[in-house]
């Protein structure tokens, strides 16, 4: 197959595949949902992204219908009937079907999504160009939700701004970008937002972290400013699928490039690591 798609065991190309218009998802975003990739048919992180998964399952007392072994089972079983060897791994739980009502029926079983689609991951060592913007969104970031217009919005806008993501910040403390996790390099140490309410735990952020301990390169969870961002010897974004990748400018003003060796060493070792765990063995 090219694409997949998968709805409660039926499977087909995405473009085939339909849903109920009573899933709770068409009316409420009422569900949550977690991505990664995967090379050689070796599906990155797999365990990582799948505890996320079931963590924002909980927060919003859904039942997954599976334990965390039979998802993993699940998605490595799907991965292999793509005919391309990098894909885009895209799964999400809907609170079940019904009637329209904004207060949950407990006897809906949930729906499970999975879409996989060829997709490579991001060049590391590009720089791209950032935009800032007010952090408007509610303060349950830290669960992957599907309630995400106001992130494809702040990512219009940057689109219209020639710019590949957008910083957001609560006054003048920067949270996250629109899908991805923003850090800062400054004086030799490696600063990163602290994973509170206002931001995702990003498996790309928690390897940075893990990297740099290995590296030697000391690490701060700690709030950090529009002006630090500013000023920073580096500024990074890191996802799933764009490990850690460092800005060029913010809102059209030249930053980072002071710190390019601590850069390229957590570049390499995000690289490495995914070349590693998806190898053919």
């Known amino acids: 197959m090219k694409t997949l798609g998968y709805y409660n065991g039926k499977i087909d190309e995405i473009e085939n595949m339909t849903i109920p218009m009573n899933d709770r998802v068409c009316f409420f975003g009422d569900g949550i949902y977690d991505a990664t990739y995967c090379r050689n048919h070796i599906i990155y992180t797999l365990k990582e992204h799948i505890d996320r998964f079931f963590n924002s399952a909980k927060l919003l007392n859904m039942e997954v219908g599976m334990s965390k072994d039979e998802l993993a089972a699940l998605l490595t079983e799907l991965v292999l009937k ?10 999400q739980l809907t609170r079940g079907t019904g009637t329209r009502n904004h207060i949950p029926d407990k006897t809906q079983k949930s729906n ?14 590009k720089k791209t160009n ?4 007010e952090d408007t969104r509610f303060y349950h970031c830290n669960i992957k939700t599907l309630n995400l217009i106001v992130n494809v919005m702040a990512s219009q806008k940057a689109d219209e701004a020639g710019c590949h993501e957008v910083v957001f910040h609560r006054g003048e403390r920067v949270t996250e970008c629109a899908h991805s996790n923003v850090h800062i390099i400054k004086d030799g140490t ?11 735990s990003g498996i790309a952020r928690m390897n940075l972290i893990k990297f740099a301990g290995k590296l030697g390169i000391p690490v701060c969870e700690r709030p950090f400013t529009c002006a630090e961002l500013m000023n920073a010897d580096e500024v990074i974004i890191s996802s799933s699928g764009s490990f850690c990748i460092a800005a060029n400018e913010v809102d059209g003003i030249a930053v980072g490039g002071k710190a390019p060796k601590i850069l390229k060493l957590l570049q390499d070792a995000a690289v490495a690591d995914y070349i590693e765990k998806t190898a053919v063995k």
Do not use: M
Not at 82 to 91: A, G, K, L
Not at 112 to 125: E, G, I, M
């Open 112 to 125: 499970l999504w999975v879409l996989l689609r060829p997709v490579k991951v991001k060049d590391t060592y």
């Open 190 to 200: 490696f600063i990163t937002p602290p994973t509170d309410n206002l931001i995702l």
């Open 82 to 91: 793509v005919d391309d060897n990098e894909q885009f791994v895209y799964w």
């Open 130 to 133: 950032l935009i800032t913007l």
